[in-house]
């Protein structure tokens, strides 16, 4: 059984340009959650997909979007990047929406 | 103020103390979690719990609901404990609420 995997590790971007950040869900897993964490600070709730559907939003613009595919795995896409979309960037597959999440080891992504 | 409030922010210890890192929380949740997060960004879920205590081996967390309040503890700890604690609180739309985190360090 693999855990949640999320490519890739690393991503430099100029402002104004177009990112796309991936995550495979753990074996058995229908839910996952995108986070990002500033420096410094806790991780925010950006959304959550369940069944392909997003499933809550939290305070992130609509440049922020989400995907998920039949076999689980999601994608996070940021348009017009902007210098504070810095940021380490999580996400977490869990059984269901109210079960124990396993984060990924992140995206660690930087807007010049 | 914060939805989530850990103390202390930082914590520096010597190998074999007992750690106290402390949650309080203002809304109402259906569960709460502690994660850790070592340098590099990989987090680790803990415990998630809605109410009492659970154990899992020098790792001890407590909730109190009628006082939002929750404490992760750490028996007899170690270097390798070194890490960011993390509380997050469950509330609606399936969304996790995360303290700023608490930097534990323990000394050799």
């Known amino acids: 059984e693999t855990g949640v995997t999320q490519s890739p590790t690393h991503l430099i971007k100029t402002r104004g340009q177009q990112v796309t950040l991936r995550c495979s869900s753990q074996s058995g897993h229908n839910t996952v959650s995108w986070y990002q964490q500033a420096l410094g600070q806790g991780p925010q709730f950006i959304f959550q997909y369940y069944r392909e559907e997003e499933n809550g939003r939290g305070n992130f613009p609509p440049r922020f979007s989400g995907l998920q595919f039949p076999n689980y795995s999601s994608e996070l896409n940021v348009n017009a990047l902007e210098l504070d979309d810095s940021a380490l960037y999580l996400c977490a597959s869990s059984l269901e929406p109210q079960e124990t999440q396993y984060f990924g080891p992140g995206t660690r992504l930087l807007v010049l | 103020k914060n939805e989530v409030e850990q103390s202390p922010q930082n914590l520096t210890a010597q190998e074999g103390e007992f750690i106290t890192i402390n949650c309080s929380y203002s809304v109402g949740i259906s569960a709460l979690h502690w994660l850790q997060q070592h340098p590099g960004g990989g987090i680790v879920s803990l415990f998630m719990l809605s109410s009492g205590k659970k154990k899992h081996g020098r790792l001890i967390a407590t909730i109190n609901i009628q006082e939002k309040h929750s404490s992760l503890h750490i028996t007899a700890s170690h270097p390798r404990d070194s890490a960011v604690y993390i509380c997050?609180?469950?509330?609606?739309?399936?969304?996790?609420?995360f303290g700023q985190g608490t930097r534990l360090t323990i000394n050799p």
């Open positions: 997050a609180v469950r509330g609606g739309a399936q969304k996790l609420v």
